[in-house]
């Protein structure tokens, strides 16, 4: 099965397993509001502490074939699902924009979690042709649909065996 990452905007109803951020405050444990899975116990933090505070964060196990995630909110979703920022989805192994002002760029090499590293980005895209070479700790920089940075590290990559990824994100205010 092929893998890609597709960038949309939408929000939706949620299908994740996550511990999220938001607006500063950690989510409560247990089951997601939004789909009865259990919300892992974990919390992402961006490496410097001159960093502007966090608007969400998290961890995603396992985002496979036409699943999305809202950055904004951490909801995950159908990826033509209202909010969704970005999605994988099977048949083919790019990365795309599907709406507007949704952008992205892979970022070299392993990047700090660090909001000026996607800020000071370069290489902008709506288009990128391989996500089975993204590697552990890679990161992706996305401008979302509310306008905000988020960078996305790999934890678990794509593979055409598996079909799905998987990864830790932190979206900034």
Not at 5 to 32: C, M
Not at 105 to 125: D, F, I, S, Y
Not at 145 to 155: A, Q, T, V, Y
């Amino acid at each position: 099965m092929a893998l890609a990452l597709a960038l949309a905007v939408a929000t939706g109803t949620g299908t994740g397993i996550y511990k999220a951020i938001a607006n500063g405050q950690e989510t409560p444990q247990g089951p997601s509001a939004a789909t009865g899975e259990e919300i892992r116990s974990e919390t992402v933090k961006p490496s410097a502490q001159n960093s502007p505070p966090l608007h969400w964060s998290g961890v995603i196990d396992a985002l496979d074939d036409k699943q999305g995630i809202d950055l904004d909110t951490g909801v995950t979703a159908d990826q033509n699902a209202p909010g969704v920022d970005i999605s994988f989805y099977g048949q083919t192994s790019h990365i795309g924009a599907m709406a507007q002002p949704v952008q992205y760029t892979v970022l070299p090499g392993q990047a700090k979690t660090e909001r000026h590293e996607c800020a000071h980005a370069a290489n902008w895209t709506r288009l990128y042709s391989d996500v089975y070479s993204l590697a552990a700790g890679r990161a992706i920089c996305v401008k979302t649909s509310e306008g905000r940075f988020s960078m996305l590290i790999i934890e678990k990559p794509a593979t055409n065996a598996t079909g799905v990824i998987g990864f830790r994100y932190l979206t900034w205010k």
